[in-house]
């Protein structure tokens, strides 16, 4: 089924709004604070979820209270500009378990990474070991978040 075809509507838009804040609702609250019924309530999640709507359901962690207390925004720009190049370089950063968002980028750069390390020791450790020897990379930008104001994954 694509989702080309396929609009949701209010009541769909309720029970995504519901599931973002807590994904662990179940489906009996769900139908009762949209005002439907059990059942099509589960069609709309199932289809939703088939549809790739829904593409997963995840806990959000506190970063600090499992040692990932440091973030880091690192732009990258790469020295070579073709596929085979940024391609490589996609696959490799992809392996990094210390970049937990990662997105091609307009400008001055070519990549944006959302990197979690420890402390500064340790993300100097991921930057000059990890990161810095993969190749392709021409120009490098750390910036050291200071405080996070807001972060959500809620898109609705």
Do not use: W
């Not at 709004?17 to 439907?36: F, G, P, T, Y």
């Not at 997105?103 to 001055?108: A, L, P, R």
């Not at 390390?117 to 990379?137: Q, T």
């Amino acid at each position: 089924m694509p989702t080309e075809n396929y609009t949701p509507d209010e009541k769909d838009l309720s029970i995504l709004r519901l599931l973002q804040k807590d994904a662990k609702m179940s489906v009996r609250d769900i139908s009762a604070r949209i005002n439907l019924s059990p059942t099509p309530t589960h069609e709309r999640i199932k289809r939703m979820e088939k549809l790739g709507i829904i593409k997963e359901y995840t806990a959000v962690v506190d970063r600090k209270k499992v040692n990932k207390g440091m973030m880091v925004i690192c732009m990258i720009a790469l020295n070579v500009h073709n596929k085979k190049t940024a391609g490589k370089f996609i696959e490799e950063v992809g392996k990094l378990k210390e970049v937990v968002e990662f997105y091609n980028i307009s400008g001055d750069f070519d990549f944006m990474l959302k990197i979690l390390a420890p402390n500064m020791d340790e993300f100097h450790e991921f930057f000059v070991n990890k990161l810095s020897e993969i190749e392709g990379i021409g120009q490098t930008k750390s910036i050291f978040v200071m405080s996070s104001i807001k972060e959500s994954a809620q898109i609705l």
